[in-house]
């Protein structure tokens, strides 16, 4: 029994629960499953389920209020709450969002305005936030030592999201997608409710199996990324009978409920109790005094961003260098994924082939997910480099990423849409570990779903004013207004690409404004609340 309570209070089930719903929370990457019978259903032109779709990249990536809520129920004791009631939140926008929609598309309500379709649109995918906030900042706090980690972990298996529930989708809805809309309505709901009790703030203190175990959780993750590849390669290329996608997303479904708490399980036991009583460390609950010390053996103009609110870090130099660094990166990256399937017809790559690109996409983009947050704590804490080097190594491959991509020699789009995949998954760990560093974790929900805004704003700009002007462009002499060739896409990767060493560039310049802060207050936090 009091093993039990141990493993039922613990950061370690915490965790593992948070998985779960991470797995289910990445509806709005699915869109492409349901969209052709959502523009059939209403009757829509491509330009109308546009906006719908736009509606949904606002949703999927504007989390302020997340973060607000978030900061509001789960970081004062006086107050009742925690992070369920941030879950909570999300999942009823979850269900009323696609349930309406499910409604809408199967004709049980009268054909709604466009508006109040991109309103359920919105609330379905802005549910997303709400679910990844909670999950996120939640890691951050109980593993802060190995903020990169726990936030590549959690970030990597939402990506994942769109591959499992496409899984589901083969399986159970197959030729429905009005019933894989009702799915969506159900699946990240319950999900999110039952376990989002465990998903708590714990005090424990730091431990020596910490980052062991964290490893552990980073090399299911890879497991699980693996076998999704592999189904996705061989969905592709042979039909699957009944019997074989019931099978394989049995075995998917049951890796995913058993392993992640069977890890649990096993940190939680082997945990010293001591380690739970005597390695809580006064420097993270109140890190004012390490922090004292740090500034004192630094410059006098070195600011502490320790714990700064919204409106506060909106006033420094540094949020602003992190805005628009995303903006080139998430920005340039999103507006690649959205146009791969144009670009592919245009280059004469087969429909399969198309599939595939877009399929991997989101490997590559978990790659980026977990390998940015795993690869930065490591370089932070065995060589002592700062995050935002690693941002700015990853726009730079972006921008050659993106330059592959707009050469169009022989199978470009395979090794363009790597780099670019992995280096954009790459910012959404690295963002918000950044953000929690410079600007405290007290506030990370708020302030770095604030940053995330630059990702549709950035997607805005390069696929409507960039690819599409020119694509039309490119293709007004032809008769059905299509584009064949490397000319439809090759200015427009080249300025992508320009963008993202203009991201490179800003990502230095916080590295540099940083550094200092880094090696005088990060890494003097990390050996101070390293267990001994």
Same mark, same amino acid.
């Given at each position: 029994m009091?093993?039990?309570?141990?493993?039922?209070?613990?950061? !370690?089930?915490?965790?593992?629960?948070?998985?779960?719903?991470?797995?289910?929370?990445? &509806?709005s990457?699915?869109?492409?499953?349901?969209s052709?019978?959502?523009?059939?259903?209403?009757g829509y032109?491509?330009s109308?389920?546009?906006?719908?779709? @736009?509606?949904?990249?606002?949703?999927? %990536?504007?989390?302020?209020?997340?973060?607000?809520?978030?900061?509001a129920?789960?970081?004062?004791?006086?107050?009742?709450?925690?992070?369920?009631?941030?879950?909570?939140?999300?999942?009823?926008?979850?269900f009323?969002?696609?349930?309406f929609?499910?409604?809408?598309?199967?004709?049980?309500?009268?054909?709604?305005?466009?508006?109040?379709?991109?309103?359920?649109?919105f609330?379905?995918?802005?549910?997303?936030?709400?679910?990844?906030?909670?999950?996120?900042?939640?890691?951050?706090?109980?593993f &802060?030592?190995?903020?990169g980690?726990?936030?590549?972990i959690?970030?990597?298996?939402l990506?994942?999201?769109?591959?499992?529930? @496409?899984?589901?989708?083969?399986?159970?809805?197959?030729?429905?997608?009005?019933?894989f =809309?009702?799915?969506?309505?159900?699946?990240?709901?319950?999900?999110?409710?039952?376990?989002?009790? !465990?998903v +708590?703030?714990?005090?424990?203190?730091?431990?020596?199996?910490?980052? *062991?175990?964290?490893?552990?959780?980073?090399?299911?993750?890879l497991?699980?990324?693996a076998?999704?590849?592999v189904? =996705?390669?061989?969905?592709?290329?042979?039909?699957?009978p009944? !019997?074989?996608?019931?099978?394989?997303l049995?075995v998917l479904?049951l890796?995913l409920l058993?392993?992640?708490?069977g890890?649990?399980?096993?940190?939680q036991n082997?945990?010293?109790?001591?380690?739970?009583?005597?390695?809580?460390?006064?420097?993270?609950?109140?890190?004012?005094?390490?922090?004292?010390?740090?500034?004192?053996?630094?410059s006098?103009?070195?600011?502490?961003?320790?714990?700064?609110?919204?409106? *506060?870090a $909106?006033?420094?130099?540094?949020?602003w260098?992190?805005?628009?660094?995303?903006?080139?990166?998430m920005?340039?990256?999103?507006?690649?994924?959205?146009? $791969?399937?144009?670009?592919g017809? &245009?280059?004469?790559y087969?429909?399969?082939?198309?599939?595939?690109?877009?399929?991997?996409?989101?490997? !590559? %983009?978990?790659?980026?997910?977990?390998?940015?947050?795993?690869?930065?704590?490591?370089?932070?804490?065995? *060589?002592?480099w700062?995050?935002p080097?690693?941002?700015?190594?990853?726009?730079?491959t972006?921008?050659?990423?993106?330059?592959?991509?707009?050469s169009?020699?022989?199978?470009?789009?395979?090794?363009?849409?790597?780099?670019?995949g992995?280096?954009y998954?790459?910012?959404?760990?690295?963002?918000?570990?950044?953000t929690?560093?410079?600007?405290?974790?007290?506030?990370?929900?708020t302030?770095?779903?604030?940053?995330?805004?630059?990702?549709?704003v950035?997607?805005y700009?390069? &696929?409507?004013r960039?690819?599409?002007?020119?694509?039309?462009?490119?293709?007004s002499?032809? %008769?059905?207004?299509?584009?064949?060739?490397? +000319?439809?896409?090759?200015?427009?990767?080249?300025?992508?690409?320009?963008?993202?060493f203009?991201?490179?560039l800003?990502?230095?310049?916080?590295?540099?404004?940083?550094?200092?802060?880094?090696?005088s207050?990060?890494?003097r +936090?990390?050996?101070?609340?390293?267990?001994?």
């Amino acid at each position: 029994m009091a093993k039990t309570e141990r493993l039922s209070g613990s950061k !370690w089930t915490a965790t593992a629960a948070s998985i779960l719903i991470q797995c289910a929370g990445g &509806s709005s990457y699915a869109f492409s499953v349901y969209s052709s019978e959502l523009k059939s259903s209403q009757g829509y032109d491509q330009s109308t389920l546009d906006t719908v779709s @736009v509606f949904k990249d606002i949703g999927a %990536n504007v989390g302020v209020l997340s973060g607000i809520l978030y900061s509001a129920v789960a970081l004062d004791r006086r107050r009742i709450g925690g992070p369920w009631v941030v879950h909570v939140a999300g999942a009823i926008q979850c269900f009323v969002g696609y349930f309406f929609l499910w409604a809408a598309v199967t004709g049980l309500v009268e054909t709604p305005p466009v508006a109040v379709v991109c309103l359920f649109m919105f609330l379905a995918a802005h549910a997303q936030t709400f679910f990844n906030t909670a999950n996120v900042v939640t890691g951050v706090h109980n593993f &802060s030592d190995y903020g990169g980690t726990i936030v590549g972990i959690m970030k990597g298996f939402l990506g994942l999201s769109s591959a499992i529930l @496409v899984q589901v989708y083969d399986t159970f809805c197959q030729g429905k997608p009005s019933t894989f =809309i009702l799915l969506l309505a159900l699946l990240p709901t319950c999900v999110s409710i039952l376990f989002m009790p !465990w998903v +708590r703030i714990y005090e424990a203190g730091r431990t020596a199996i910490d980052k *062991k175990y964290l490893n552990i959780f980073s090399a299911f993750a890879l497991l699980t990324a693996a076998y999704l590849m592999v189904l =996705i390669i061989l969905r592709n290329i042979f039909t699957f009978p009944s !019997w074989a996608s019931a099978l394989t997303l049995t075995v998917l479904l049951l890796s995913l409920l058993v392993s992640p708490f069977g890890i649990a399980i096993k940190a939680q036991n082997l945990q010293p109790k001591k380690d739970l009583e005597t390695l809580d460390d006064p420097l993270l609950e109140n890190p004012e005094p390490a922090l004292a010390a740090s500034k004192s053996s630094s410059s006098e103009n070195l600011t502490d961003h320790e714990d700064m609110n919204l409106l *506060k870090a $909106m006033s420094c130099a540094d949020f602003w260098l992190l805005f628009i660094a995303m903006v080139c990166g998430m920005g340039s990256g999103l507006a690649t994924i959205n146009n $791969m399937s144009q670009i592919g017809q &245009s280059l004469g790559y087969t429909t399969v082939e198309i599939n595939s690109l877009v399929s991997l996409w989101s490997i !590559w %983009n978990f790659l980026g997910r977990f390998g940015g947050g795993f690869i930065s704590d490591y370089l932070l804490h065995n *060589k002592g480099w700062a995050r935002p080097l690693l941002m700015a190594a990853t726009l730079a491959t972006m921008a050659a990423g993106h330059i592959v991509i707009a050469s169009g020699f022989s199978r470009n789009l395979y090794v363009g849409s790597i780099l670019v995949g992995i280096c954009y998954g790459s910012q959404w760990s690295l963002m918000p570990t950044i953000t929690s560093e410079i600007f405290g974790i007290r506030h990370m929900g708020t302030i770095f779903n604030t940053i995330a805004v630059a990702s549709p704003v950035g997607s805005y700009i390069f &696929s409507v004013r960039v690819i599409g002007f020119i694509y039309d462009k490119e293709a007004s002499g032809g %008769n059905d207004d299509s584009c064949s060739g490397t +000319r439809c896409f090759m200015l427009s990767f080249f300025i992508m690409a320009s963008v993202a060493f203009l991201g490179f560039l800003v990502a230095l310049a916080l590295f540099f404004r940083t550094r200092r802060f880094y090696d005088s207050i990060v890494l003097r +936090r990390l050996r101070h609340s390293s267990p001994r």
